[in-house]
């Protein structure tokens, strides 16, 4: 269950371990600063200022005082304003504020002290309005806030609130200066996935990411060092085997038995072929830039070359994808191929859903058992059943489509087609 609350990114985890203690810190310290020492504060402030309105009432009840006397000391050094309003009786109903601390205790020590009162702490900005029964009228008392509550409150916010803030800005800006050179070098390990020829990747960060950017580009080099020493190698075994090759056909050729020539020049024939498709299949990880380019423009001039009536197409407009150009030609030539070789209709399709292109390839053939579809994408695997073997290849057209479409980070998927034969289904996302 915390899994999944939790966020997914690197940095926004790294965020939450800084700000969530910060958070909870401040938390704490204003919940007891507002428990132990504001509302504390304000409870002794209230007590104090109803106690001295309280005294007012008492010592204004005393003959032995002159009463006019006793307004004119309270308002000179209480900071009140005073004065009697005869014949008036207090309003029924008192504004209640219920989230309001100052509230809350005044109308406590008020009660305490069995007045008949009424207050209001909102009409005005700096002053209470209280009102205190009193023979046949009532005292009227305007006090400044500042005697019930201590402003300090309103710096302690201020100065707990802007640390806070000032650290998790510093915090992200941290965090992002960390976090980016791992997304650089994990943008840098995909493009290198899909094949593509990736300069010098310069490490940055912490030493631990450093240390993996170094080790990136020595596993880069090992595997370039690889693919090249392969590619050599197939160039030689290409050279040696094309004399030899061409040096049997010319003595085929002087067999005067025909049947014999004939079975002999299938099997040369055949044996050239799969060198063919061998080093095609080799190749197919030829390192090639990408590019952006029309996909719907290259699947049309795909179809045109065919010179096909017996192929029709759906294909969206204006589709453009980021990959390699060449090599994606090359996968659906190979698919376009075996469609025709196996079928008689075809149906191309090309559509862009949500952030992938969609590409449909069906024909009328015999299809492949659904036990072999996973089959036919390993290397030289051949299936003979349901075709006719003299149209079967040597097994990597599909290996190599399969090896391109995964470069791209894509998918094919073979299924029943509609028509009867084979569905081929390209997911690319961009």
Known sequence: MLKNILPKRLFYRG??????????????????????????????????????????????????????SLIDVFQKYLDFSISYEDQKILPNAVPEKWYSPIDRSLRRELKAKKLNYWFDTRSFKNLIDLKIKFSDGYFQFYIP??????SSA?????????PA????????????????????????????????????????????IRMAGDEFNKMQKRIQRHLNQRSEMLSGISHDLRTPLTRIKLQISLIKDEKISEKMSQDVTEMEKMLNEYLQFASSNSIESTETFNFSELVKKIIIKYENTNISSDVENNIYYDGRKNLIQRCLNNIIDNSIKFGKLISISLKKKNNNILITIDDNGPGIPKEELENVFKPFYKIDKGRDISKSSVGLGLSIAMDIIKSHGGRINLKKSPDGGLRVEINLPF
Do not use: C, H
């Open 15 to 68: 965020l939450l371990i800084v700000a969530a203690p910060v958070i909870i810190m401040q938390l704490t310290i204003s919940i007891v600063f507002f428990d132990s020492l504001w509302i504390k504060t304000n409870n002794g402030m209230t007590k104090a200022l109803v106690g001295e309105v309280n005294t007012f009432l008492k010592a204004y009840q005393e003959e032995a005082y002159d009463r006019e």
């Open 145 to 150: 806030k500042d005697r019930l509550t201590s």
């Open 154 to 162: 309103r710096l302690f916010a201020l100065w707990i609130t802007l």
């Open 165 to 208: 803030i000032f650290v998790i800005a510093i915090a992200i800006i941290f965090l992002k200066n960390q976090t980016r050179p791992i997304v650089k070098l994990a943008k840098a390990s995909e493009r290198f996935g899909k094949g593509e020829n990736i300069d010098y990747f310069r490490p940055s960060g912490a030493l631990e």
